[in-house]
């Protein structure tokens, strides 16, 4: 079966909320990639935002990024749901199943892909690692 890592997404900020968990959790930035350092082609203005990052403190571990203006988060909205897979056909089977009268945000594609699913619930969807 896959891991389940929550994943939170903020409005510009992910990298000064990551800084404040560290210090409240004696945790640290395990993993940090501005979109600038990704394979996303993102405006000049928002390359210094935050890709993809991972938190950890104890048994604290989450993941988190900045959104885009082309894709808005509103607070408390904008927690996902982030499966990492080392099966392929598992992958593109839960996928398929979850995507089931809800609607793909983004297709999978063999890094990632994004649906929210029948429930409302937002799912991410990570390559084969």
């Known amino acids: 079966m896959p891991d389940l890592i929550p994943y939170i997404v903020f409005q510009g ?7 404040f968990y560290a210090s409240i ?6 993993s940090i990639q501005s979109f600038k ?10 390359q ?27 607070p408390g909205t904008n927690i996902s749901l982030f499966l990492s897979f080392k099966n392929e056909e598992k992958r593109i089977l839960i996928f398929d199943n979850l ?7 983004f297709p999978l594609d063999e890094n990632f892909g994004m649906l929210k699913d029948k429930f409302g619930i937002q799912w ?3 390559g084969v690692s």
Request: hydrophobic share 40%; charged share 30%; with cysteine.
């Open 48 to 74: 210094n935002r935050i890709f993809d990052s991972e938190f950890v403190a104890q048994n604290i571990r989450f993941k988190a990024s900045d959104d885009l203006p082309d894709y808005p988060i509103m």
């Open 99 to 105: 995507s089931d009268g809800g609607k793909i945000q």
């Open 37 to 46: 350092d990704s394979p996303v082609d993102v405006a000049k203005a928002h």
């Open 13 to 19: 900020n992910c990298k000064e909320a990551l800084e």
């Open 124 to 126: 991410m969807f990570a």
């Open 25 to 30: 959790f004696d945790g640290k930035i395990r």
